[in-house]
């Protein structure tokens, strides 16, 4: 196949590269910054620079290339800003999804969360709505979530990948520098009983190839053991070498975790870090 992935520079985006080209595939690597090329080069990839908010670019990259997929691995977590990740997903997806049809590409995988199902007690499956009722500042990720994977859905073939909280090299939990690691080392995070299903970068990567093959529709990606808090993040801050975490009651929106079963059964996709326990405290 011919693959275009946007977001091809990203923690998801510079693992899948080498793992597509690999399989065989003809790949383009999109990324905004020129300091990328060489690294989306060396993946096995043609790179291509662009922002997803030029829709001229991107109407003229995808009728040059004209792809058999689009792979959407585009966020803008590494500055943490809500805002603008929203951005992305609203008005960055709706370019693609524009582009892409233009271009007459039939399927497209996107990256999405396992972590904007509407509240309930249960573990979240993919029959459950998302939380378009969410307040601020919840509903400005929620409202991108949903305007990302409505635009994705007028293609003629859409999966939707709802990854799970990822960890591993690059993310907000790496231990060195990670964002979310710092703010344990200074204790600032409680432990609840909110749950969290965990996903390793890499097996974020691999879901994005096997979902080649996969049918339309959404499925969360997520690892077999959604964990609340109280048991998770004692033992992540132990292994940072940080101290105790606080110990808070109730479970924040957002916070149900979510299930794997469909990628399971009906997918035949099995996580290569079954549990956060095996990646995640281990540095």
């Known amino acids: 196949m011919k693959i275009f992935v946007a977001g091809a520079a990203g923690v998801v985006g510079r693992l899948l590269l080498p793992k597509l080209a690999e399989a065989g595939h003809e790949v383009m690597g999109m990324t905004r910054s020129l300091s990328k090329i060489a690294q989306v ?6 790179a291509a620079v662009a922002d997803v908010f030029d829709r001229d670019r991107l109407f003229e990259l995808l009728a040059d290339y004209r792809p058999d997929v689009v792979i959407h691995q585009l966020t803008a977590l590494s500055e943490w800003s809500l805002a603008d990740n929203a951005r992305i997903r609203i008005e960055g997806t709706r370019n693609l ?17 396992s972590w904007a199902y509407e509240p309930g007690e249960e573990i979240a499956t993919e029959a459950d709505r998302l939380d378009e009722e969410a307040p601020l500042p919840r509903k ?13 859905a007028e293609m003629p073939h859409a999966v939707i990948l709802r990854y799970g909280a990822l960890y591993g090299p690059g993310t907000f939990y790496e231990y060195n520098n990670g964002m979310f690691a710092n703010q344990v080392k200074a204790g600032k995070v409680p432990a609840t009983d909110g749950r969290t299903s965990f996903l390793h970068v890499e097996d974020a990567a691999l879901a994005a190839l096997h979902a080649l093959d996969w049918p339309a529709g959404s499925v969360n990606i997520v690892d077999d053991e959604p964990a609340a808090g109280k048991i998770w993040l004692p033992l992540y801050a132990s292994a940072l070498g940080a101290p105790e975490p606080a110990i808070q009651g109730a479970m924040n929106r957002g916070e149900r975790g979510a299930s794997n ?3 399971r059964r009906q997918y035949g996709w099995k996580p290569q870090y079954p549990t956060w326990r095996e990646g995640l405290l281990c540095n």
């Open 41 to 46: 080069k060396q993946s096995g990839a043609k």
């Open 97 to 113: 999804v524009d582009a892409a049809m233009a271009a007459g590409v039939p399927r497209m995988i996107v990256q999405s969360i």
């Open 140 to 152: 400005i990720s929620v409202d991108g979530v949903i305007a990302m994977e409505r635009a994705a």
């Open 261 to 263: 079963e469909k990628a």
